[in-house]
Every structure is written in C-alpha cells, then in structure tokens.
C-alpha cells in the first residue's frame, strides 16, 4: 500500500459548525503533514506529527485542530472556520523529518466554507 | 535564506510538442535536495522525482527528463512529445534544511496541452 488516504473529498460548512478531515496511511511512514492550499497557489505547511508528536505548528489558528492517534490516522478538527479557509486540504506522509525523503501526498479534501 | 522560482506561469502547446518547465532555486546549504510534483485537475500531489545535491547526472524516465545544473542552480523538466494528459501544474521543491522539515515550493507552471 503506497497511499495516503483522504476523507472526505469534498465538504461544505457553515461557520458554526464543527466537522473534521482524516488522513490515513499504511506504509510505515513515521512523519505526518497537514498542507493547506488555496486557488493557484502552491501548498502552505500547517502542522507536522513525527512519531505522532506535533513538532511544528506554522502559527496555524487555534479553529484548526490537530490530532494523531496512531502511527497511521492523522485528523483536523475544524471549528467557527471563516470563508477564507475555504481551500484543499492535503495531508502527506515521509519516511521521517530527515532532509530529502520527500512526501507521499493524498488527494486532498476540498473545504468549502460558507 | 532558501527559495524556489518558476518563472513561467502557464505554458500552452499543442500534442507531440516538446516543452521544458524551469526552475530555478536559491539555498546556502551544500545539501539538498529537490523535487518535482505534478498535480492533475483532481488535486493530488504526484511525485516524479528527487535529486540530490551531489548528484548531477541528467535522468530520463520515458517521455520525461531532468537537466540539473549546480552552476547555474537550475533543475529544469522537459516532457518530450506531450499528451494531453499531461496537463497539469507542476510544482518544483527544494528541501528546506535539517531539523526544520519543510518543502520550499515553487509558484507552480500550469501546463495545458492541446489535442
């Protein structure tokens, strides 16, 4: 299994509510990605989970929650979100945080909030 | 401090033509390394390559070929004979240094082939 798997593909929110995206991965990765993109931009780091410790968080907004219960789920609790945080949500995976494994990516979940 | 230029924005050609995305990069570190990542309509982040930084030797993977150039800090992608399914955007990484586990990317080309 060489996958990262994203659900749901698509959500549509109010701004009072509270949902959350999973990631999921079954390749031994140790080190864990939340990325946010907006339209025509590249990916934005968000958060990053080695051995399911959060060691970086890009100054993300606390209606962003992350959670990693295993070695292989990571989740984003979303809560009061704001139009502007509509965008695709990308999680990703590498062997470790050393330089240069690069990232295996999921499909993304696109988030719209309205 | 570390960054990575794609200066052409959209490229359009028609198929079976020949195209070359640059990219440049800019980093004080003498260990790195750099990717490519395609992302098709569908939003997912397709690996296509990683090269490090001592090596410089070009690589070729069917239709697709690298041209890295330490001396002019360049990593450029050229898709010979394209196909419309090609047509993407495509995305240059450079590997942000140890310890503080970031990809640097680039702006990103938008490719467009048409039939």
């Known amino acids: 299994d060489t996958e990262v798997t994203q659900t749901p593909k698509h959500l549509v929110m109010g701004m009072t509510n509270k949902k959350s995206l999973k990631c999921e991965q079954h390749m031994g990765h140790r080190a864990m990605y939340w990325y946010k993109q907006k339209a025509k931009k590249p990916p934005e780091l968000m958060f990053v989970?080695?051995?399911?410790?959060?060691?970086i968080n890009e100054s993300v907004p606390s209606r962003f929650s992350p959670e990693c219960p295993n070695s292989s789920l990571l989740n984003l609790h979303l809560h009061a979100l704001q139009p502007e945080d509509s965008a695709l949500y990308l999680c990703a995976s590498s062997q470790g945080r050393r330089q240069g494994y690069g990232y295996t990516f999921g499909s993304g979940t696109r988030l719209t909030v309205v | 401090a570390q960054k990575v230029t794609q200066a052409q924005t959209e490229i359009s050609v028609v198929e079976k033509e020949d195209v070359t995305l640059d990219c440049v990069y800019e980093t004080r570190d003498t260990t790195y390394y750099l990717f490519w990542y395609k992302q098709p309509p569908s939003g997912e982040l397709v690996f296509l390559i990683r090269?490090?930084?001592?090596?410089?030797q070009n690589e070729i993977s069917g239709r697709y070929s690298w041209n890295f150039q330490k001396s002019t800090s360049s990593f450029n992608f050229t898709i010979t004979a394209s196909q419309v399914v090609d047509s993407a955007v495509y995305f240059c990484?450079?590997?942000?240094?140890?310890?503080?586990?970031?990809?640097?990317f680039g702006t990103g080309t938008r490719l467009q082939v048409f039939p």
């Open positions: 990484a450079l590997s942000a240094p140890l310890g503080t586990d970031k990809l640097i």
């Open positions: 989970y080695s051995y399911e410790k959060l060691s």
């Open positions: 090269r490090n930084s001592f090596d410089e």
